[in-house]
């Protein structure tokens, strides 16, 4: 069974930082990222990261947001830093399987920052 499981969701203020982590099982991904979901918006992108390294983020959270990922722990991870009250969110994490190009989605974490 495939299985994206995140961790590392909270409340914080503005400009402090939180990390999340996804820890993947049942198959190995292509790409793996994190989106976000605010109440009333579509899903977005926050960034993805291929297995090769290669990294693209949202213009909305460069130079704050850090991917990274793990091959041997099948784990992604983003380090988030300078939050801000729009960053408020649903985190969920998101893999690429390789082969067939299925989607995954984990259950989603709640970020909250207030100001």
């Known amino acids: 069974q495939v299985q994206l499981v995140e961790s590392g969701g909270g409340s914080v203020q503005a400009g402090e930082s939180l990390s999340l982590s996804c820890a993947a099982s049942g198959t190995m991904f292509r790409i793996m990222g994190w989106y976000r979901q605010a109440p009333g918006k579509q899903r977005e992108l926050v960034a993805h990261?291929?297995?090769?390294?290669?990294?693209n983020y949202a213009d909305s959270v460069k130079d704050r947001f850090t991917i990274s990922r793990d091959n041997a722990k099948n784990t992604v991870y983003l380090q988030m830093n300078s939050l801000k009250p729009e960053d408020t969110a649903v985190y969920y994490c998101?893999?690429?399987?390789?082969?067939?190009?299925?989607?995954?989605w984990g259950q989603g974490t709640q970020v909250t920052v207030s100001s």
């Open positions: 990261i291929n297995s090769d390294g290669n990294i």
């Open positions: 998101n893999g690429i399987r390789w082969g067939n190009n299925l989607n995954y």
